[in-house]
């Protein structure tokens, strides 16, 4: 039998478990998988500059210019994954992309950036406000802050994604 023949005698078959929930993954609402590759283009991006930032602290050849130039092309990977990826599911799901958010897409964006919001305003407080006054390396206080708003977008995603796998309304 041609291969197409094997192919349709397997979707004939009842749903196993392992595929309904293969299905399910593969079948999620598009602003889920816009999280999901936000959450992606941060930890690529900003997960290489932070770890380069922690090795480096401290070595004289560390310098400011270099952290830039870092961060910038950490920035640039994140939106190349971001908003390519973006890209890639608006052609494949056109009306998707289109589409007005609902009452559910709403309230869990809502949730996540709550959750994100707690986040940035504790990393403000340790880095623009307690780092100061005992911290005298001000690009370690800029780190802080950075990392801070890295952070917060990453838990608001991550929120984003879990409330969408959870199946939360509000």
């Given at each position: ?8 005698h ?26 999901w ?15 380069a ?8 050849q ?6 830039v130039?870092?961060?910038a092309?950490?920035t ?47 990393a403000?407080?340790v880095?623009?406000?307690?780092m ?5 390396d ?21 929120v984003v ?10």
């Amino acid at each position: 039998r041609p291969f197409h023949a094997h192919v349709g005698h397997l979707a004939d078959r009842p749903l196993s478990p392992e595929r309904l929930n293969m299905e399910k993954t593969l079948d999620m609402p598009f602003r889920e998988k816009e999280a999901w590759l936000a959450l992606i283009g941060m930890i690529v991006g900003y997960g290489g500059y932070f770890t380069a930032v922690a090795v480096t602290q401290g070595q004289p050849q560390a310098n400011v210019l270099n952290f830039v130039i870092w961060f910038a092309i950490a920035t640039v990977v994140r939106v190349v994954i971001e908003f390519g990826g973006r890209a890639v599911l608006a052609t494949r799901s056109p009306g998707e992309a289109r589409a007005k958010p609902d009452e559910r897409d709403r309230a869990i964006a809502q949730h996540g950036l709550a959750a994100g919001y707690g986040v940035m305003m504790l990393a403000l407080i340790v880095a623009g406000v307690i780092m100061p006054l005992s911290e005298p390396d001000t690009w370690h206080i800029a780190n802080t802050g950075l990392f801070g708003l890295v952070l917060a977008e990453l838990v608001r995603c991550a929120v984003v994604v879990a409330d969408y796998r959870r199946g939360w309304h509000g």
